[in-house]
């Protein structure tokens, strides 16, 4: 698609604030006005469409695309994105541990368990640890007050954290992410790839595998940048 505007604003609106192409706000993929709660947000959204050449690459659109999502999906249906989320907690990347004779469990141990405690303490729940593929349920406990924490977050971190779990596999990551605790978010998703990053090691790496993971480091790092831009200045 050629570019069709020149000029780029970011503008107050009802609610929030708001891209303007040439005087025309901006509105979502679903034909919603895309109404994002921080001027910092804006302003990155704005840059997206401000550094498109005289051909629109939608591949650049990358606040866009978590902006829509929020308004277009989890606006429409909170329930059903708390309810997914959810679903990362049963599975949790950071709860399944290998056997504990297996090398790797000690460093899940090491690694991981750290960043469950703090979020158990934060949060005043109890993750449940499982040793080997077997799955175990959550304590119900754990789960309402999950669902209690992510109830009272806005659609634009709940669409960020959606974002986040599904490519760390991991809730308690997604939760992470975003904590003031936390000196570099980053550092958590090499983390939740621990695993991947241990048979590195043992068998070596293989470059095609390596670049589809560089891609999704890239998602996950894009997903974080935005939920912190949603609430900055809020």
């Not at 989320?85 to 056997?99: F, N, S, V």
């Not at 949060?123 to 175990?136: D, K, N, P, T, Y």
């Not at 007050?145 to 308690?172: I, N, V, W």
Request: hydrophobic letters at 40%.
């Amino acid at each position: 698609m050629k570019r069709f505007y020149k000029d780029v604003s970011v503008g107050e609106a009802q609610g929030g604030w708001q891209v303007s192409l040439d005087g025309r706000p901006v509105k979502t993929q679903g034909g919603i006005p895309q109404i994002v709660p921080s001027s910092a947000l804006a302003h990155a959204l704005a840059g997206e469409w401000g550094e498109q050449g005289d051909e629109i690459d939608p591949k650049r659109f990358l606040f866009r695309d978590h902006a829509d999502f929020a308004i277009d999906i989890v606006g429409a249906d909170r329930a059903a994105a708390i309810a997914k989320l959810i679903g990362y907690a049963e599975t949790d990347t950071l709860c399944y541990r290998a056997d504990p004779e297996d090398a790797l469990y000690a460093r899940q141990q090491d690694v991981w368990d750290p960043l469950v405690q703090h979020l158990e303490g934060k949060l005043g729940l109890r993750f449940r640890r499982v040793s080997g593929i077997v799955h175990r349920a959550q304590p119900e406990d754990t789960l309402s007050t999950l669902r209690q924490h992510l109830e009272a977050q806005d659609d634009f971190t709940l669409a960020g954290m959606t974002a986040m779990a599904s490519l760390a596999a991991s809730l308690c990551v997604a939760l992470l992410a975003n904590d003031a605790a936390i000196n570099d978010p980053m550092l958590l998703w090499r983390d939740a790839n621990l695993e991947e990053e241990w048979q590195a090691e043992k068998w070596g790496r293989d470059e095609e595998a390596e670049a589809v993971r560089k891609r999704r480091e890239d998602d996950f790092s894009n997903a974080q940048a935005f939920t912190a831009l949603a609430v900055m200045g809020r």
